[in-house]
């Protein structure tokens, strides 16, 4: 199956800085520059997979989540 996921947290990064939308299992790791927003395609079986932002710091900032696939 398809699965559209925009990363960053929700739209388009107006933040001071760089994002990136990861998961390690499978990877995906994109980064989002400053006043951007990306797109990215991935297809992954259904399961639950973690997300993060793992610039230094944003990932306790609470720039993580779950992204369910059924
Ligand atoms: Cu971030």
């Excluded at 398809?2 to 990136?20: I, K, Q, R, V």
């Excluded at 390690?24 to 990306?38: E, L």
Aim: glycine letters at 16%; hydrophobic letters at 35%.
């Amino acid at each position: 199956m398809g699965l559209a996921a925009t990363p960053e947290h929700g739209g388009g990064n107006h933040d001071l800085f760089w994002h990136t939308f990861t998961i390690d299992r499978p990877h995906v790791d994109v980064g989002v520059p400053i006043g951007g927003a990306r797109r990215v395609r991935v297809n992954l079986p259904p399961g639950r997979y973690e997300y993060y932002c793992r610039v230094p710091g944003h990932r306790t900032a609470g720039m993580h989540g779950v992204l369910v696939v059924s």
